[in-house]
């Protein structure tokens, strides 16, 4: 397997570093450091030999002087040269500097170059103060001209800047910063004269839990941007994309645990290493270094982690460096604890490039790939080398074939994915996507007649067979190496502080005990077991104990109101009443009012119109027939609404909501849930996280919100709305309305006459049965009419359309610059249209002759400006005036 190892030690020991304070600029031919302890610089260049040569060396003077936020300040001219040459290189992550000659905390800045519109600028923010400045580097950096800066707002993240990167997206570069204090990111947008406009916040008051930022670098991976953030205080590395316009959106949160080394994270490095492969290298006061891959969706999966040593102890990091030089990658580390810099090298001859396979049979090289399959099933055969293989939503069958291969299998799929080849003490399973599966205790497993071992974890699971062909037996369960999450979920949203929170005896036994009231007070202790105890009247009080421990007032027929975390809130039958260790409430055919605690509860309402409120903890909440309210909050929680038209937001968690009969209300709220509408003219919202909507019968309206979500029409015309995130959505029978949004969406109309709006991203699009009408929107799409006469527009993007049987109509309203669309069926006897917006001419024939068409092999291709519209397998001799609708 592909590892970093061990080159040496390029400098060490008190003799040489005494007070190392040492900071690494990644130059094109190696890394350049700078001891600001013992005011020295010093270059280090590859070679092929394998440990760098020492290159030039001297002090940190010449310094130049300049003006920030009205003091007077300076920094060493070698300083601002290396921010240059670490721009040049492609370097993205700022430096620490001092602006003066007295090297303390209290004179610590970020450096960090940029270039914008051809101009240098240089982005320089006190590490003890508020805001940052932009200077035009001019004279041989000699020279810095004051352009721009910022404060503080009470928006923002931008006192004590501890870190800062740039990323360009969409043409607009963005500077990114990073708080120690306020523990969060701001982005800014840099015009052309480098002024700066705040584009988005993200921290502790949206939810983002990190604590003391401490470094920041970008990556570029499939045309996706993301900034990595690690922050000391909470030993975690976040890593957040950057849409178009600045926005921040959360991809992935990892925090330290025994298997890695970001305990007090202080420095990092990313590394794009070509061919769609990027690698992120972490590290701190936890006596080693975490590399991560980094995939296209911001997930990441762990590389490799190395530990110190007695040659390499690597203690107290204070940075990062690497240099990439063929077949080579450099990795240089300074320390404090033990002073030093050490060099580690990591082989990427065999590091292989990212393919994405959407359907068939995938075939890869002979280095270690990145594979990562698609919506629809199938078979990959990862070929030689350390391959990373990620399944997709399809149920997939997957090879390693040799080498250390790591499987990724990502989180509701619904699909039962094979491993065909696992091979014992080599390969991984990383299951680090999967919600609820922190270890092999989570974990159930069976041997199969087919000889393979059925593994599940929540609601996944997954069938693995032996690489020699050995059928896998229980015991095999013992000897496969898994990963599991480290990870958290982050959802975007204002941050909730805590609050506070708010007759006769019977005698149960260890057994599941029935104890029946008196209409006096009684006391009730139900011992072990799962016990059941039944209200008579009165003021009792019930002692639980061990077990799930259910108290029923479903005989009495006067309302209740029962708080089993507040006995001073209780009414009705349970007035004066008294719960300890009740985990489970059921009420009576009036509307009752029942709320649980903070640990696992059952509640029922009974018939009437009752309102159930969970609380925390993973709760399971039936409101059985009326027109109930049913809250679960916090806790993965499982709801059933029964006949009525009942309301039921599940708050946080993964929660399972049933609507069951009427006109319900579901909502998911944050969590990955799975909503069922059943049958009514239900409305059901996901919500942030990755949710699965099933609308059932009637004419239901899902709107699923942030998340990697699955929606579900079923029967009925109904109102769908994906939401930003790669969705999956089957429209089902009924004349159904879908809008994708945001994301890499799979659509599915289904039968009847469909109307589909992908919204933004690269979105596969099927309309099925009916006269569709299908928007592509933005992105790189591919759109299938199915049968019917479908009305296809295009959108913005390279989209490749297909109209299938009947009279379709394709319509390409833009023309974007650099457009290139394809229609693989286009019948040009009178049965097909193409509608073409903005074409110049006085009639339709000048707009048909204004189309600059060309027949290439079996294609013809349609040019009008730089978008470019290809007919496959279409004679241009066939191709008529009448083909075309000009609007």
């Not at 015009?191 to 983002?208: C, H, K």
């Not at 049958?679 to 990697?708: E, K, P, R, T, V």
Request: aromatic residues 6%.
């Amino acid at each position: 397997m592909a590892e970093f190892e061990l080159t040496g030690v390029l400098a060490s020991g008190s003799t040489e570093f005494p007070t190392m304070l040492g900071t690494l600029a990644n130059t094109t031919s190696g890394v350049t450091l700078f001891d600001h302890g013992n005011n020295v610089v010093r270059t280090y260049d590859a070679t092929s030999s394998g440990l760098a040569e020492v290159g030039a060396s001297g002090s940190l003077g010449g310094r130049i002087s300049f003006s920030l936020f009205s003091q007077g300040v300076s920094l060493a001219g070698t300083v601002i040269d290396a921010a240059l040459a670490e721009a040049a290189a492609g370097d993205s992550g700022s430096e620490r500097a001092y602006l003066s000659t007295n090297e303390n905390q209290a004179n610590a800045a970020s450096v960090l170059s940029a270039t914008v519109s051809g101009t240098d600028y240089l982005f320089v923010a006190p590490q003890n103060g508020d805001g940052v400045a932009v200077y035009a580097v001019t004279n041989n950096g000699n020279s810095l001209t004051f352009r721009d800066s910022v404060g503080d707002t009470e928006g923002s993240y931008a006192a004590n800047i501890s870190a800062m990167s740039v990323v360009e997206v969409g043409g607009t570069t963005y500077l990114l910063v990073g708080s120690s204090s306020e523990h969060g990111v701001t982005s800014y947008a840099v015009g052309s004269n480098g002024t700066l406009t705040e584009a988005d916040s993200f921290g502790r008051d949206e939810s983002l839990p990190v604590q003391t930022v401490t470094a920041m670098d970008s990556a570029e991976i499939d045309g996706r941007y993301y900034v990595v953030v690690v922050s000391s205080g909470s030993s975690s590395l976040t890593v957040l994309e950057v849409a178009p316009g600045g926005a921040l959106n959360p991809a992935e949160h990892v925090v330290d645990s025994l298997d890695t080394r970001m305990s007090g994270v202080t420095a990092l490095d990313v590394v794009e290493l070509g061919g769609g492969r990027v690698l992120v290298i972490a590290g701190g006061n936890d006596g080693g270094l975490t590399v991560y891959s980094l995939l296209p969706d911001g997930h990441l999966v762990p590389f490799q982690v190395i530990e110190g040593s007695t040659d390499a102890p690597l203690d107290r990091i204070s940075a990062i460096g690497t240099n990439l030089t063929g077949d080579s990658l450099d990795l240089f580390v300074t320390t404090e604890g033990a002073p030093g810099v050490t060099q580690f090298t990591l082989d990427v001859s065999d590091i292989g490039n990212l393919a994405f396979t959407t359907s068939g049979t995938h075939h890869g090289s002979a280095q270690g790939d990145l594979i990562i399959a698609g919506s629809e099933p199938v078979q990959v055969h990862a070929g030689a080398g350390d391959d990373i293989i990620v399944d997709g939503q399809g149920r997939d069958r997957l090879t390693g074939d040799a080498g250390a291969d790591t499987f990724v299998l990502i989180d509701g799929d619904a699909e039962r994915d094979r491993i065909l080849d696992y091979e014992f003490g080599v390969d991984t399973i990383d299951l680090s996507a999967w919600s609820m599966c922190y270890g092999t205790q989570w974990m159930t497993y069976k041997a199969l007649s087919t000889g393979a071992l059925r593994i599940t974890c929540g609601n996944n699971s997954f069938d693995v067979f032996s690489s020699d062909g050995t059928p896998m037996t229980v015991e095999d369960f013992n000897h496969i190496s898994f990963t599991f999450s480290n990870s958290y979920d982050v959802v975007r949203a204002p941050l909730q502080e805590p609050g506070p929170n708010t007759g006769a005896e019977y005698f149960g036994t260890h057994e599941a005990d029935v104890l029946t009231g008196t209409a006096g007070d009684d006391q009730m202790h139900g011992g072990g077991g799962n016990d059941l105890m039944i209200s008579g009247g009165g003021a009792d009080s019930y002692w639980g104990g061990s077990g799930m421990d259910t108290v029923s007032f479903a005989g009495t027929g006067q309302a209740v109101r029962v708080n089993l975390s507040d006995a001073s809130q209780n009414t009705g039958e349970a007035a004066d009443d008294l719960f300890y260790d009740i985990e489970s409430l059921t009420g009576c055919i009036a509307s009752d009012h029942i709320t649980g605690t903070d640990a696992e509860n059952r509640l029922e309402g009974g018939s009437g119109n009752d309102w159930l409120d969970g609380l925390g903890g993973d709760d399971v909440l039936i409101g059985g027939e009326g027109h109930d309210d049913i809250l679960g909050r916090g806790g993965n929680d499982y709801m059933e609404g029964g006949a009525g038209d009942d309301n039921m937001p599940g708050d946080l968690g993964n929660d399972e909501i049933h609507g069951g009969l009427g006109n319900d209300l579901l909502g998911g709220g944050e969590g990955n849930d799975l909503l069922y509408g059943d049958d009514g003219h239900d409305w059901l919202g996901g919500g942030a996280g990755n949710d699965a909507l099933n609308g059932g019968a009637g004419d239901d309206q899902m709107s699923a919100s942030y998340g990697d979500d699955s929606l579900t029409g079923n029967s009925g015309n109904d109102q769908i709305a994906a939401g930003p995130g790669a969705d999956h959505v089957l429209g089902g029978s009924g004349n159904d309305n879908i809008g994708g949004g945001a994301g890499k969406d799979v659509i599915y109309g289904g039968v009847g006459n469909d109307t589909v709006g992908a919204g933004d991203g690269d979105d596969r699009i099927w309309g099925d049965h009916g006269n569709d009408t299908l928007n592509g929107g933005a992105g790189n799409d591919v759109i299938n009419g199915g049968s019917g006469a479908d009305r296809i527009n295009a959108g913005a993007g390279n989209d490749v359309l297909t109209g299938g049987a009947d009279a379709d109509t394709f319509v390409f309203a833009t023309h974007g610059a650099g457009e290139y669309d394809v229609i693989t069926d286009f019948e040009a006897d009178g049965t097909d249209v193409i509608q073409i917006a903005g074409v110049s001419g006085s009639s339709m024939m000048d707009r048909f002759n204004a189309l600059d068409a060309t027949q290439i092999g079996d294609d013809v291709h349609l040019t009008y400006g730089s978008h470019t519209m290809v007919l496959e397998d279409v004679s241009l001799l066939e191709l008529g005036v009448d083909d075309f609708v000009f609007v």
